[in-house]
């Protein structure tokens, strides 16, 4: 056994207590105690907390359950904007800071809640006179700049549905988003910002939107000098765009159930799905999250290193810490540029106390020594959040050790796009077990289950599994009530959320990984057919297979076997093609570590790429039942 290997087991026994002062004065004191109470009253438990926000008219009823469609708020009117912007502008924290942001070369920018509600309102205005009107949809294509959150806000506040999508997606890509929503206007910028570089983003619309109809209006926020020119009638300059517009826009009036925004995300087909959230529940769900999971207080100064095209950019940077008037700190560009101490760098600048990354940068910090670190005064950090993929006990234990001087507890946060918000953590006082994320937050019932929905005994693998409705869940797949329905069918009665777990003695619930063909590359959600059609999609293609293989930074890599057209031959140069058509067809994300030539690809009689065989054969196990394999 590897010595990294043994390492992991004996740190899955560990048991780490909470710091006592942290519990003493956390938000919510007692785990038991909150999950009782939802327990024993689940409507009057989210009612609680839908009552703390502002609400134009109160709900008749908080749940109205059909399986697998649910409202919540049922009749309740809002508009998530007031609770994000007006509401604290009115009480007093007009001139509190929204945003610390600042890009890698040190250009900062200060945003108060004041002036982010003026930004958000003219933008509202703008895209109300140029057409955009409740449940229209907008893509919104940006790079992590205070103006992407603000376009994210000013369509939440005139009802109009974001689909954000990540700066790192490719033409193709784009488009399909662009094309499968209808999008009325693309919100985009010239460039983002990653080490020192700027890469172009105006291009890659300007391709995606050619020949789309759907599309009336471009919006560009030009950043470079000298500006970058703008083409044909459709592009307009943000801040040209949004000059003349008044400073205030009255809100539209949203129902609870009325759409939010929606957000691509991939699975196991070979096109990403557009996840539907709504108004109210949404709200509801984030804001109690960052509440208890995250501890937020007054004075907190809280970052999440996520992107806003992602979703943990929408819920943990812009809707729920907003809803909840946090100060927070925004940071474009790479964490190790200019080298490994950027982040510990702004840790310290700013004074972070809640600071909320990845296991991908954990694990990359490691690598690059504690030296980094060290050179930096992290002592305001008072807790540390993980995303995105399962963390392993080393790298919990050096976040725990190096990061938070073991003075902070980690709350290691399973949820999904599909989620909404924080599903399965360690809060209020639960003791800390590293590698095991924890227990359901109170509002959610999990479990591990078989097939069937069958509990399964402790610390043996099952699926994960939701059994009740809560207030963030996804509403439904855009265009495909199928798919939507397949994720409350497929074991019954219960939302299956596609990972194999196991869950201890103590209830404390450890996710493995994916049970489907979606490999997870650095935390992001990459499904092995959207791979397999870009390389199939090459000249030189007959077939391609996509599996998922360890790896000790990224958590996975992809790997890709292909079978060439008759006449092709394996080359160096086909290998480099190969990966650059999949970064054109898709992005840099999804390109493959390794590529590997082969004649035949293990398939069923019906014709499936048995991919499981392939990964137990590359990874030396046992490739389990070949029944059904052809030949
Ligand atoms: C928030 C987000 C969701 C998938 C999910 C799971 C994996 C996320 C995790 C985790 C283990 C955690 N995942 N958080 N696995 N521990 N704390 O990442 O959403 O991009 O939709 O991905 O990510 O496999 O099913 P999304």
Redesign the pocket.
Known sequence: MSEEKLDSLLHLGTIIKPPEEFVRNANVKNYEEEYKKFLDNPEEFWAKVADELFWYEKWDKVLEWNLPYAKWFVNGKTNITVNALDRHVKNGRKNKVAFFWEDEFGNEKVVTYGSLYTLVNKLANALKNAGIKKGDRVVIYMPLVVEQVAAMLACARIGAVHSVVYAGFSVPALRHRIEDAQAKMVITADMTIRRGRAIPLKQIVDEAVRGLDNVEKVVVLRRLKPKVDLIGEKEIDFYEFIKDADTYCEPEVMDSEDPLFMLY?SGSTGKPKGVIHTTGGYMVGTYYSMKTVFDLKEDDIYWCTADPG???GHSYIVYGPLVAGATQVLAEGAPNYPDFGRWWSLIEKYGVTIFYTAPTAIRMFMRAGEHWPEKYDLSSLRLLG??????NPEAWMWYFRVIGKERCPIV???????TGAVMITTIDGLPMKPGR?GKPVPGVVADVVDKEGNPVEPNKGGFLVVRNPWPSMMRTIHKNKEKYESYWNTIPGCYF???VATKDEDGYIM?L??ADDVI?VS???IGTMEVESALVSHPSVAEAAVIGKPDPVKGERIKAFVILKEGESPSEELVNSLKKHVRTELGALAVPSEIEFVDKLPKTRSGKIMRRVLKAKELGMDPGDLSTLED
């Open positions: 995300t992602w979703i943990t993980s995303v995105g993929e399962p963390i290691d946060t399973w949820w999904q796009t599909e994320a959320a596609g990972d996710i990984g994916r997870n935390g992001h959600r």
